[in-house]
């Protein structure tokens, strides 16, 4: 391996890492800003000319807290499940191709870290491993609300991993490839989302429960007043839990745009605004829901899940199959 | 509107109605069929319009605490406040001590003298915030009008006790001379037109 690929890929690593930890940053002020407009309120004035300052004042004070370990608690795996939440957010990263080919000063740049072959596969194993964060944090917190949450986070993610790989299954058989750029060079005429559409809705549905968002919101369980599996963490530890979720919600919607909305099209200047256009609208629409929307029980999740998505997906799958063999 | 309606007690014969709920589903299939109609029936997007015509008519009730404060009504009960006769700018406070003696928090401290004309004279006079409940009984019970209540109600402290002195809570005496003093500033001041709401104390029986 020559040199100048592994320092082109630490590169973009740490600009991948820095612009989605800033991202996570902005997300908390969109969302408090959006969720405040629709709730008629102002949301953050005060830090900076329209609260913009909000995000600095909250990074200054997440670095600067104590980070206090609880008698009682396993330290170790206490310490380390935001670290998972966080790492397995950014790790399936990797995979994600975040803007189409474009040429600086003479150098072709590809803002992929790794084109592999089995990149949805991987994007979605990886972020599947993030349920450890929540479960472990949970555990390991000697809280009993903790305990509870983590127990919910387990059943959720489980549950909802099924429905969204299954979701992709029908996709992946039309594609006839996992890697995420030939997913989006399949869409050149026609979204994926008017071929599959009931795997677009069943994977959007995945989504909000994957990343723990309001219909769904019932892991950290905010109307608990406390916060669920967080609830015994301070800091910035606190914190990695908050980018992780951020993160993931930007990493979900860009694989909802490459996947089912057309991705960045031809990979022309315009194709790159659209993708991000695209992404835009998705977080948009996570935040949109948790000011419309009611969260549901746990049991009603299961049931959702396991008795209606469920059946609904394999039944895609099947007809995507006669599709496909009857069609070519 | 008449108050009938409130006092007639004979329920069954008012304008009320039942709330139509529907039974709750038992089967499976019944559960189902409801969330297929809940979904399909378009709720959640009713919902999401909803939010999303609040969020672009931007019609914000928000109140930026510091910068704007909403008016309080007159009745509030936030600090006292110490009356002074209109023309002569006498303090109205006679040293009857019946706000002292009513409090039920005790944080009124008073002390009096008879001065050269005869009169009672209010020497020292605190109200101990930390203590005081605000319960407006003081105000009530002043036979001249004299303590009040006024609107200041920001009064975060940094210890529990903290008091106020007469002098502070006294109208300065220019003020009440040029008439500026507000006659209705508070809770134990009489109201606006109160001469023409009076009425006889009905004696007959
Ligand atoms: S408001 Fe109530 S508690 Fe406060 S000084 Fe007056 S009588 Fe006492
Ligand atoms: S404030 Fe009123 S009740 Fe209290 S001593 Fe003075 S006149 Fe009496």
Redesign the interface.
């Given at each position: 391996m020559d040199v100048a690929f592994i320092i082109e890929t630490i590169i973009k690593i740490v600009v991948l890492l820095l612009v989605f930890s800033a991202l996570a940053g902005f997300g908390t002020y969109f969302e408090r800003k959006?969720l405040?407009?629709?709730?008629?309120?102002?949301g953050p004035?005060?830090v900076g000319p329209y609260g913009l300052l909000q995000i600095a004042a909250d990074g200054v004070k997440l670095f600067t807290k104590e980070d206090i370990i609880p008698q009682n608690v396993v330290a170790p795996i206490f310490k380390i499940a935001p670290v998972i939440t966080a790492a397995t957010a950014f790790m399936a990263a990797a995979a994600i191709p975040f803007l189409p080919e474009f040429t600086l000063f003479g150098y072709t740049v590809r803002p992929i870290i790794a084109d592999v072959n089995i990149g949805v596969l991987y994007v979605v194993g990886v972020m599947a491993i993030g349920l450890y964060g929540p479960l472990l944090g949970g555990m390991a917190s000697a809280n009993k609300w903790s305990l509870i949450s983590a127990a919910r986070a387990a059943s959720v993610f489980i549950s909802y991993e099924v429905v969204t790989g299954l979701a992709l299954l029908s996709p992946i058989m039309l594609v006839g490839s996992l890697s995420l750029i030939d997913m989006n060079n399949y869409q050149s005429d026609s979204w994926m989302v008017w071929s599959q559409p009931v795997a677009f809705v069943l994977f959007v549905i995945a989504a909000f429960a994957e990343t723990g968002r309001t219909p769904f919101h019932l892991i950290a369980n905010d109307h608990e007043i406390i916060d669920g599996f967080g609830t015994e963490y301070s800091g910035m530890r606190w914190g990695l839990f908050f980018i992780g979720e951020y993160a993931n919600m930007f990493f979900i919607s860009f694989l909802t745009a490459l996947i089912f909305l057309g991705g960045f099209g031809d990979g022309s200047f315009l194709g790159a605004l659209a993708l991000l256009g695209k992404v835009a609208f998705l977080f948009f629409f996570f935040l949109?829901?948790r000011?419309?929307?009611p969260d549901v029980r746990p049991d009603q999740l299961m049931?959702?899940c396991w008795?209606?998505l469920m059946p609904i997906a394999i039944l895609n799958i099947v007809v995507t199959g006669f599709v496909v063999m009857f069609k070519g | 509107m008449s108050m009938e309606q409130f006092q007639d007690r004979n329920v069954g014969k008012q304008n009320y109605f039942t709330v139509d709920i529907e039974d709750y589903p038992v089967t499976?299939m019944d559960?189902?069929r409801r969330?297929a109609k809940r979904t399909f029936r378009g709720e959640?997007f009713v919902?999401?319009w909803?939010?999303?015509r609040?969020?672009f008519k931007?019609?914000?009730?928000?109140v930026?605490y510091p910068k704007e404060k909403l008016p309080i009504g007159p009745r509030y009960r936030a600090i006292h406040q110490m009356q002074r006769l209109w023309e002569s700018g006498t303090e109205r406070c006679i040293g009857c001590g019946l706000c002292e003696k009513i409090c039920i928090s005790d944080c009124i401290r008073m002390d009096t003298r008879i001065d050269e004309n005869s009169r009672k004279e209010v020497t020292e006079y605190s109200i101990n915030l930390g203590r005081c409940i605000f319960c407006g009984y003081c105000a009530e019970v002043c036979p001249e009008l004299a303590i009040v209540h006024g609107g200041e109600y920001e009064n975060a402290s940094e210890q529990r006790a903290h008091f106020t002195l007469y002098e502070d809570m006294l109208t300065p005496v220019d003020e009440a001379i040029s008439g500026k003093q507000k006659e209705f500033p508070g809770f134990g001041a009489i109201t606006p037109y109160e001469d023409e709401r009076v009425k006889k104390t009905p004696l007959a029986y």
């Open positions: 959006v405040a407009f629709m709730q008629r309120r102002l004035m005060h949109w829901t000011a419309a929307w049931w959702l008795k209606v | 499976g559960k189902f969330v959640l919902g999401l909803v939010v999303l609040e969020m931007f019609d914000i009730h928000t930026q």
